[in-house]
Nanobody, 118 residues
Framework: QVQLVESGGGLVQPGESLRLSCAAS????????MGWFRQAPGKQRELVAV??????TNYGAVKDRFTISRDNARSMVFLQMNSLRLEDTAVYYC?????????????WGQGTQVTVSS
């Protein structure tokens, strides 16, 4: 089984920055893609950014302000969020496509709240 634990969320003002971290643990033989999704109240979960094991990235609408990175040695993925806006308020979920004891599956973290408010 694979566990994903996010950290780094919080309350910030518009224009400020936050850095989210996600650590994968458990019986993992390989982690393929890792990424971040978010879900605002009343909205569907949406892609923020994903990154492959080799570092190829794909972003949603936040490409110019957010940067995803990854540390394969520590099984971690990060999301640097700059110039935060009110509309970035959401629960941010870490996501990983990984091979564990049950085969290759998509795993999700429990989510971390990011609130942007003046």
């Amino acid at each position: 089984q694979v566990q994903l634990v996010e950290s780094g969320g919080g309350l910030v003002q518009p224009g400020e920055s936050l850095r989210l971290s996600c650590a994968a643990s458990g019986s993992i033989s390989s982690i393929y893609t890792m990424g971040w999704f978010r879900q605002a109240p009343g909205k569907q979960r949406e892609l923020v950014a994903v990154i492959s094991k080799s570092g190829v990235t794909n972003y949603g609408a936040v490409k110019d302000r957010f940067t995803i990175s990854r540390d394969n040695a520590r099984s971690m993925v990060f999301l640097q969020m700059n110039s935060l806006r009110l509309e970035d308020t959401a629960v941010y979920y870490c996501n990983a496509l990984a091979h564990g004891t049950d085969g290759t599956e998509i795993y999700w973290g429990q989510g971390t709240q990011v609130t942007v408010s003046s």
